[in-house]
């Protein structure tokens, strides 16, 4: 159960901030297509750092659970045992997040104006901490080989183009493309997180032929023959490819409904302006009607003065 949780949880959490991210990237890009740029993170109307904060208590709370809940780190001799290495390389990935989160809060607070040097150094910790969630799941003291494995192989294409992505931003910030397949990368590795949470430790999912092992007090998915575990990895690639079919769909339909939405509030913007430069045109032209009529009366004014005096 802690597992399942754990995974659903975090990725909940991924999930939802990739699809912050893409609403954004596609709001900025709708209403200023010729003057867009990439953010990392997006500021919130009331509290601007909402988002760095969320992610600081929660990759917190999660590398404490990791360390200290429900099992010693530490064996009586100092030495870590070899069962819970898997609890120091996930508190690892939560650090590394941490630590992008505090530093791109500090580094807003300190060079705001200098946005180009201030999205650089953020997409360089955001690069770091996908490289070191990357190295971590290829690396894992977990197996390799088995069902588990295969959904840690398919995770670790996903964080590939997370990782890419956010180097490809340091030196292509204004690729709205590129910002929106890392938001996409961000947001499905919470998607596949969740359904690795689910699928392994809920017993009736477990694929036919295999089974829940407790292994070391670790829960582990094992299977009865060869022919059981290549039926299993069969299957979770097939829903691999269902779940990247199906997030595909929503994303580009999710990128046609906002862009749909700001855009008729940038042409209706528009046509406001519009109006409101042809009443200013108006106004120009009545007054100089007025003051030309006023002038008319002058000068005739002056004529008949004229004719006046002549007469005298």
Known sequence: MAKLVGHVATGLGFFLIGIWHLFNHIKLHALHPNGYTSFLWFPTPKIRHLELFLIMIFTLIFLLREIFSGHHLLNSDGSIPSNHLHYLEHSSISLSLFIYSFFS?????????????????TNFLASIAFGQELLLFHLHSTDHNGVEGQ?????????????????????????????????????????????IGVMLWTPKFIPKGCYIKLEEGYQVVRCHDHKSLERAKALVNIEFSWYLIGS????????????????????????????EDQEENLEDVETQMRSNVRNDGELKKFVEMGKIICKK
Do not use: C
């Open 151 to 195: 959904y840690h192989w398919l995770l670790q294409i996903v964080i590939f183009v997370s990782l890419a992505t956010t180097l490809l931003a340091i030196p292509f910030p204004n690729n709205f493309l590129n910002n929106f397949v890392r938001s996409y990368s961000i947001m499905f590795q919470g998607i596949w997180l969740m359904v």
């Open 248 to 275: 595909t769909a929503f994303v580009v339909s999710f990128y046609l409904f906002i862009i749909k939405i700001f855009t008729k509030k940038v042409e209706y913007q528009l046509l406001k302006n519009n109006y």
């Open 105 to 121: 809060l500090i580094i807003d607070k300190i060079i705001t104006p200098s946005l180009s040097s201030q999205n650089g150094i």
